[in-house]
């Protein structure tokens, strides 16, 4: 291999590492270059790729699997395009909301709430239900709607004084539950000028209606959506003990996406912690029944009759991520499933709507990711196998020509993406991310191409019982498969070297490919092995509480809070059972008594009465806690990973980490 064949590939390292940092990721201008040159790179490629690289087309396996994999390669190519494109500028609606304060607080417009809850338990909905009452905006109704007929729901909605709503069916799930929710509230007498929607599970912090409310001063916006955030793990931080170093899924699409789409002016709802103007949203009808993603639904409809979704990048709510592997993938399955619906609507992106070009482009370039992309991972897994076993590449090409036309258009867009998004998106991560989800992804595709209408609403489980092991084995069994295939791949090409391939370019593209598929496939094999979570989230600090027991009082260094007990760093002030009162900054006094955790820790059991859990759930939930840092760093989220799949992450490191977690009875 030639300098010339690397020349392009280092020229993008040096650009990456030398020019990247010290551009400003709030400058549209700049966003505009580097999007331009990263696009070109893929360009570049792609003609490469087509002209160069592929067998005559022909009714031949090893011709058809060649020209079948670039279908892939080119149509997860053009979803990249069109994301490079929306990256190409940003919003931020924060000032625009600053301005209009003063409207909010003047006009004071009613607002009803609504909290949709199908099968959530208590805990879950008693968070929901106190953040929604500390809401620092005085004109607005809270309304539990409650599509599971639980009379001890209606009770405690009586106990905190917000209105409890049922309905004798389940017709239409979540949208028809919210819908007729909504006219049960206006025939009562409520007249709400706007509609604030919070998932059961999801804690609105008190400036939630007041500062999404103030982009509602615009007329024409229908729809004002505010990013999710949550307080516990998803599957993979879990998997890896790295909730504190590495991002949840979804950090990248509410952190980067939504602003850059929100820039073109093609934000859409997500459902969850956002307000909707209640006239538009009795010109569309209501919320949409015809999909099951009815927010995505929600925002085209509202499009179609002139209003836009804005979106507010503002931390303002808080909700549980789904706790496992299963839920997860039920989740995207669900979101995908309702995508295919919209494309086979009259408001996809061929339909008679009235969208514009950067609509139908928005929508393309999400059927694109859901259709695609899920395939096109299963196929990279597939060809170094083909390989192995047959000698059928899918590029013919040398190894410098590949290293010239891929290097760069890879080098750019990891290292443009990484700088835009200050690491919240990981190459690695995200290909073993969609790896799990992909059998489920496929299914739904298909499904909702071939078989749109009739499906039920999955709703994703939240809360139960996380203290066993779950392994999710169907899917391990998969993953061990082509874990084991392309393994045996490797060792058959180390050990033979007789093979007909062997000193091919092919061979090394292959051998190279096989290792990072089988660093993929380890995550993904890991993430399949759920181990146990904690019964409450332990939210990590570093604050000084004062202790006083009988007459003296000494300071502490607390490490973590729950909603029921308090972990301290040192030796316990008292014997076991010795009763207390922490005194926090901020907070009223707290009754407690001590537990000796070890590991030089301790533990302080709260009182449980019911003003102790609502001074702990106004400081937990207070938007203090649980902050993803500013940067993800590739080294620390690396170094993670490895010492999980090595076995070198056990309880002894957590209970490093946070010395009383494990030793809750």
Request: some cysteine.
């Amino acid at each position: 291999m030639e300098f010339s064949d690397t020349g392009p590939a280092l020229l993008c390292i040096g650009l990456v590492m030398a020019v990247f940092p010290f551009m400003r990721r709030d400058s549209n201008l700049f966003r505009l270059l580097a999007s331009a040159i990263c696009a070109a790179a893929v360009v570049r490629y792609l003609f490469w790729r087509i002209l160069n690289t592929l067998p005559p087309l022909a009714f031949e396996a090893s011709s058809l699997w060649a020209w079948g994999f670039v279908v892939l390669e080119v149509g997860a190519s053009l979803s990249g395009l069109t994301v490079l494109l929306y990256l190409s500028r940003q919003s931020n609606r924060s000032a625009a909301a600053d301005r209009n304060m003063q409207w909010v607080d003047e006009t004071l417009p009613r607002v009803a709430l609504l909290i949709p809850t199908y099968n959530e338990e208590h805990e879950i909905l008693e968070r929901t239900i106190l953040g929604a009452r500390a809401q620092d905006y005085r004109n607005l109704g809270i309304h539990v709607l409650d599509d599971s007929r639980r009379d001890w729901l209606r009770e405690m909605c009586a106990a905190h004084g917000v209105s409890y709503h049922r309905r004798a069916n389940n017709r239409h799930a979540k949208a028809g539950n919210m819908n007729e929710g909504l006219a049960a509230i206006i025939a009562s007498g409520e007249q709400p000028e706007f509609v604030a929607i919070l998932d059961a599970d999801f804690v609105a912090m008190p400036q939630f209606v007041r500062r999404a409310l103030a982009l509602m001063r615009d007329p024409s916006v229908g729809v004002v959506q505010t990013p999710q955030h949550f307080f516990n793990d998803d599957p993979f931080q879990h998997a890896f003990h790295a909730g504190d170093i590495y991002p949840d899924e979804q950090r990248f699409f509410f952190d980067t996406i939504l602003p850059a789409k929100d820039a073109w002016g093609v934000a859409f709802s997500c459902g969850t912690s956002s307000i909707v103007r209640r006239t538009a949203l009795e010109r569309i009808g209501g919320f949409p029944t015809e999909s099951v993603t009815e927010d995505m639904l929600l925002s085209l409809k509202m499009q179609e009759h002139g209003y836009t979704t804005a979106y507010l990048a503002e931390r303002l709510t808080q909700g549980l991520a789904p706790e496992g592997v299963g839920e997860y993938i039920t989740q995207r399955a669900r979101w995908c499933l309702g995508l295919m619906q919209i494309l086979r609507s009259k408001w996809g992106p061929f339909g008679r709507n009235g969208f514009n070009l950067i609509t139908r482009l928005s929508i393309i370039d999400s059927a694109l990711y859901w259709t695609l992309t899920f395939p096109f991972r299963i196929m990279c897994l597939l060809v170094p196998i083909a390989f192995w076993l047959t000698g059928t590449s899918v590029v013919h090409t040398t190894l410098g020509e590949l290293v010239s036309y891929l290097g760069p258009a890879v080098i750019l867009q990891v290292g443009y993406l990484a700088w835009l998004s200050r690491g919240r998106i990981l190459p690695i991560m995200t290909d073993a991310n969609q790896l799990v989800v992909a059998p489920a992804a496929i299914g739904a595709a298909l499904t909702g191409l071939f078989r749109p209408l009739g499906h039920k609403f999955s709703v994703t489980a939240k809360g139960g019982d996380r203290s066993r092991i779950v392994v999710q084995w169907g899917l391990l069994a998969r993953i061990g498969a082509l874990m084991g295939l392309t393994v045996a791949g490797v060792i058959y090409a180390h050990l033979d070297h007789t093979m007909p391939y062997h000193d091919s370019d092919a061979f090394v593209v292959s051998l190279f490919w096989s290792y990072y598929n089988i660093f993929v496939l380890l995550i993904a094999a890991f993430v399949c092995i759920e181990m146990p979570r904690e019964r409450e989230e332990h939210f990590l600090t570093s604050e000084t509480a004062r202790i006083r027991l009988g007459g003296r009082q000494v300071m502490a260094q607390l490490r973590s809070l729950a909603q029921s007990e308090a972990c301290f760093t040192g030796p316990a002030p008292a014997a076991r059972g010795e009763s207390i009162i922490i005194e926090l900054s901020g907070s009223a006094p707290l009754a407690a008594q001590i537990e000796p955790a070890g590991n030089n820790a301790w533990i302080a059991r709260l009182d449980p009465s019911d003003a102790t859990r609502r001074i702990m759930f106004e400081r937990l939930f207070s938007g203090a806690y649980r902050r993803p840092p500013p940067e993800f760093r590739f080294h620390a989220i690396l170094g993670a990973m490895i010492r999980s799949l090595a076995g070198n992450t056990s309880r002894t490191t957590l209970i490093a980490a946070n010395p009383c977690v494990t030793q809750q009875p």
